[in-house]
């Protein structure tokens, strides 16, 4: 592929390459890339989406034969680390259950996975959004073209580090990806949706009865008894639904701390968790209005 890119340019002749494999379309420079869609249909030529040089090598540097599916899905789903990456198409499934069961979708069902929806999970490793989201983003001119698919982002609202927020007294977020939330938003084919209160895990840990489960599984990395593992024990039989927010704001700031290190472990346990024993968890609304219009539905 290198090759023949090089060629095309030294000898001045056109080269076309079509492909389904990730390996492939990784190995060449985004300008050389042509996206076909069936929304159209259409060929969107990638260097004439509103590119900056910074973002145009950034995204150059990080489509290896992982994130180059972006390339190939029907839906994107963009996420900031590992334990998102391995957690949100499990939580996905009771989201899709839930929409396809109500009486009021009954004609516009959705697909039962992410998986089944054609839509990929990729792990950005980082806020990278206003990067990768001027490939799915046509707000900054009229004429601005973009690959015709959809793409949902979530992202944290990260507020300091030793904030405990809760749901009726939030801390501003310092995250630099939520000033794009507005912009992308008013586009055709993406959206962003932050958390409301600091992290994944923690906003998780903050929604209903979640704190027993999540409480559970940590213990369950523990190797050794101690204090660490009776404060699990307790916030496991804790009856969340009747302890104050900042009580529970204290219990979702220990697990998170606690967990810091092993965020990718304890998120495949809780996956785990929920697909082998049909576990539930109230998911919070920013993945679940992800996960429905990046499957193609209307959130709300």
């Known amino acids: 592929m290198k090759y023949l890119e090089k060629t095309a340019v030294d000898k001045k002749v056109q080269v076309i390459v079509t492909t389904h494999s990730p390996v492939l379309a990784s190995s060449v420079s985004l300008k050389s890339l042509i996206h076909l869609s069936p929304a159209g249909p259409s060929a969107i030529a990638l260097s004439t989406c509103v590119l900056p040089y910074d973002s145009q090598a950034f995204i150059d540097r990080w489509l290896d034969a992982t994130k180059s599916t972006l390339l190939f899905a029907r839906g994107i789903m963009l996420v900031e680390g590992i334990a998102e990456a391995m957690l949100i198409p499990e939580l996905a499934k009771q989201v899709l259950k839930d929409w396809n069961n109500a009486p009021q979708h009954s004609a516009s069902k959705l697909p039962t996975s992410l998986e089944e929806g054609g839509v ?22 009229d004429d601005v073209r973009c690959i ?16 405990k927020p809760t749901f009726s007294k939030p801390v501003d977020g310092k995250n630099p990806a939520l000033s794009l939330v507005e912009n992308i938003n008013k586009s055709t084919w993406a959206r962003l949706y932050p958390n409301k209160l600091k992290t994944f895990e923690y906003d998780l840990a903050m929604e209903g009865d979640n704190l027993k489960i999540l409480s559970s599984v940590a213990k369950s990395l523990l190797s050794t008894e101690g204090p660490i593992k009776k404060t699990f024990e307790n916030q496991e039989q804790t009856g969340w639904d009747v302890i104050t927010e900042d009580q529970k704001a204290e219990a979702a700031y220990y697990l998170l701390e606690h967990i810091d290190e092993k965020k990718g472990e304890f998120a495949q346990a809780v996956a785990d968790r929920l697909a082998s024993k049909g576990v539930v968890l109230k998911i919070p609304d920013y993945i679940s209005n992800a996960v429905i219009w990046v499957c193609g539905g209307t959130p709300g």
Not at 130 to 140: G, I
Not at 148 to 163: E, F, L, M, W
């Open 148 to 163: 015709p698919i959809r793409c949902a982002g979530v992202t944290d609202n990260d507020p300091v580090k030793d904030s």
């Open 120 to 141: 990929s999970v990729i792990n950005m490793s980082g806020i990278y959004f206003d990067h990768f989201m001027k490939l799915f983003s046509n707000t900054e001119l």
